[in-house]
């Protein structure tokens, strides 16, 4: 599909991915960006910026409500499905987190359908793999929840209804789509809900304190970190491409350990502070493994897409932020 003139819809259009996406379709020349979010999670604010353009129409809605879909998608040629409740506020608040992510992305589909969006790409997760048992994961690798924590779990399993909606979608209606599987996406707009990306800000809000930043355990559990306009540009790739009905992953493929952000960290603010280790029970974790294994190589073949901002790049993007020279 033609960016260029195109009208799109991002559902969550306040999130930080949203925020990011819209900017670059504003780039790329699109005709009208729709930014539909009923701030369940994200703040006017973020998107505050965005709506000084004349092409940006923000819509205070809600996907649990079709009729508010079905209004705001008339005359829409593509829809980013980015709106949902991520591991931490699902497990705070299951039932509306599901219904969000469940029956928000029915009525997704359902709206798409009646008003003949041509193209839906999809924010789904690597939660969708839950623990796998793989050292290389790649969108062939089978999903195993029973040993991953019941938050990770519930989220994965609310991704991959997301995902078979649309297969189901556009088996019989022919709508066409790419899922998207995030790995921790953190950068400029960086909130507090990301259950892997948190420390990231937590421990930079720390050392700004001048208090030692806190590793939960030993620090060896590994993320992979993508940035957040990396994330964007897949997402308006996807939407460009002829590829439909196909998951990708999309990650870096480069593993670091909290060990390696924090000390990312301290360098690039020129702290001297040394970070302190502490158990925390209780904590709503991930993954524990020190190496994940993500292979981005399936996106870089069928979309041209790989990661181009390494993670201290992307850290030092996201401090100068945080310290206000470069907001938005
Ligand atoms: N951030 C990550 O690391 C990450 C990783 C993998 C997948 N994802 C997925 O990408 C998407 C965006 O992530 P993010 O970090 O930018 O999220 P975010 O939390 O910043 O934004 C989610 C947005 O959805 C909105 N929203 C919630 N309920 C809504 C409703 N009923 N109707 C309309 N809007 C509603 C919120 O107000 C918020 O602005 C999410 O679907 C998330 O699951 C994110």
């Known amino acids: 599909m033609k960016i260029s003139g195109g009208r799109f819809l991002l559902t969550g259009g306040a999130s930080l991915i949203g925020s990011h996406v819209a900017e670059q379709l504003l780039e790329a020349g699109a005709g009208e960006v729709v930014l539909f979010d009923n701030y369940a999670l994200g703040s006017p604010e973020v998107a505050a910026f965005l709506a000084q353009d004349k092409r940006v129409r923000v819509v205070r809605g809600d996907i649990t ?9 008339d005359g829409i040629d593509g829809l980013f499905a980015l709106a949902g409740f991520l591991t931490l506020p699902l497990s705070q608040n299951p039932g509306l987190g ?3 992510n469940v029956h928000g992305m029915f009525n997704i589909v359902e709206a798409c359908r009646h008003r003949a969006v041509k193209k839906v790409v999809f924010s789904s997760s690597v939660a969708t793999f839950g623990d796998p048992e793989a050292d290389q994961v790649d969108e062939t690798t089978p999903f195993r929840w029973h040993t991953a924590p019941p938050a990770l779990a519930l989220y994965a399993s609310s991704k991959i ?19 998207l599987r995030y790995s921790t996406v953190y950068g400029e707009r960086q909130h507090h809900r990301g259950v892997n990306a948190l420390h990231i800000i937590e421990s930079y809000e720390r050392i700004k304190a001048g208090e030692r930043p806190v590793i939960a355990g030993d620090g060896s559990e590994a993320h992979d970190y993508v940035y957040v306009g990396d994330v964007a540009r897949a997402n308006v790739m996807a939407m460009a491409s002829e590829v439909s009905g196909e998951s990708f992953l999309i990650a870096t493929g480069v593993d ?51 990661a181009a901002v390494g993670v201290e790049d992307g850290i030092r993007r996201l401090i100068a932020w945080a310290e206000g020279s470069n907001r938005p």
């Open 98 to 100: 599901l219904d969000v």
């Open 161 to 179: 209804i997301g995902e078979n909606l649309l297969r189901l979608y556009k088996q019989r209606y022919g709508l066409d789509y790419i899922a």
């Open 256 to 306: 670091s350990s909290v060990n390696d952000i924090v000390a990312i960290l301290l360098k690039l603010t020129g702290s001297p502070l040394k970070p302190r280790h502490r158990d925390e029970p209780g904590k709503v974790q991930t993954t524990t493994k020190a190496a994940l294994g993500f292979s981005p190589a399936k996106a870089k073949r069928l979309l041209g897409w790989e």
């Open 65 to 73: 409500r079709l009729h508010e879909l079905l209004d705001a998608l």
